[in-house]
């Protein structure tokens, strides 16, 4: 683990009760793999279910925190990016309350400040969503 869930609030824009990612786990310059497991108190479960709008936003952190934790070790402040776009979710089924979700982030390219990922969310060896997603520095 490079950080806990304390360290990775730090490394995201997004703050309390809208942090839909836990530790980092692995971090390369090609990948960026998190865990996150919903609590019951997340705004995104409901019925003990992690809803798709949480899933999204954990694979769209995942992606912030490539970002952040890119800057922290340049020790740089990591800017603020953007949602460009998100194509091919496939949200084969959803967590359940407690349920450790494992989001890896794949780069596809990365070009002045905009980068496209592939994105891969397993509950152990069972892929539960997949995804493309295209995100942009603010300049």
């Known amino acids: 683990m490079l950080a806990n869930e304390n360290q ?3 490394l995201i824009p997004q703050k309390a009760p809208f942090v839909m990612v836990g530790k980092l786990m692995e971090y390369t310059d090609e ?3 998190s865990n996150f497991t919903p609590a019951s ?6 019925n003990q279910t992690f809803l798709e709008p949480g899933l999204i936003e ?3 952190q995942t992606v912030a925190l490539y970002t ?3 800057y922290f070790l340049l020790k740089k402040t990591a800017p603020v990016g953007y949602i460009g776009s998100i194509s091919n979710v496939v949200i084969e089924r959803l967590p359940k309350l407690n349920e450790v979700i494992a989001t890896k982030v794949s780069i596809i390219q990365e070009f002045m400040g905009v980068t496209l ?3 891969v969310v ?5 892929i539960i969503a997949t995804g493309k997603m295209k995100t942009v520095l603010a300049p």
Do not use: W
């Not at 108190?41 to 409901?46: A, C, G, H, P």
């Not at 397993?122 to 069972?126: A, C, V």
């Open 41 to 46: 108190d997340n705004i995104f479960v409901k």
């Open 58 to 60: 954990n694979m769209a």
């Open 8 to 10: 990775v609030k730090d």
């Open 31 to 33: 990948h960026i793999l």
């Open 68 to 70: 952040g934790y890119q």
């Open 117 to 119: 990922v592939q994105i």
């Open 122 to 126: 397993n509950i152990g060896d069972e």
